[in-house]
């Protein structure tokens, strides 16, 4: 049974940073790119950034680019989302998400098969 559990949301002020963990189990965390979407009130969900199994190719939402950094340990089955100058509209549930394949950073969620239960980020003005 595939588990995915985030940690590392909260409350932060404007400017500030928060980093994001995702634990998996219940696969060979390695056979799969991964991905981060998130979900603001009243919106649909939507992609944030992607990385390959081997973490040496990544792809990002234009809105985080350069702010937010996605990476993975394999051997400690972990996914991370490094955000730094956080903004109001990034307020969200963040999600994590085990993509189909190994390779594709895709930012259609249609490509990943299981989703963790989010966690919380509220950026304050």
């Known amino acids: 049974q595939v588990q995915l559990v985030e940690s590392g949301g909260g409350l932060v002020q404007a400017g500030g940073s928060l980093r994001l963990s995702c634990a998996a189990s219940?696969?060979?965390?390695?056979?799969?790119?991964m991905g981060w979407f998130r979900q603001a009130p009243g919106k649909e969900r939507e992609f944030v950034a992607a990385?390959?199994?081997?973490?040496?190719?990544?792809n990002y939402a234009n809105s985080v680019k350069g702010r937010f950094t996605i990476s993975r340990d394999n051997a400690k089955n972990t996914l991370y989302l490094q955000m730094n100058t956080l903004k109001p509209e990034d307020t969200a549930v963040y999600y994590c998400?085990?993509?189909?394949?190994?390779?594709?950073?895709?930012?259609?969620?249609?490509?990943?098969?299981?989703w963790g239960q989010g966690t919380q980020v509220t950026v304050s003005s």
């Open positions: 219940g696969l060979t965390f390695s056979y799969h790119a």
């Open positions: 990385i390959n199994w081997g973490g040496d190719v990544t």
């Open positions: 998400a085990v993509g189909r394949g190994r390779w594709s950073t895709s930012n259609s969620q249609y490509d990943y098969a299981y």
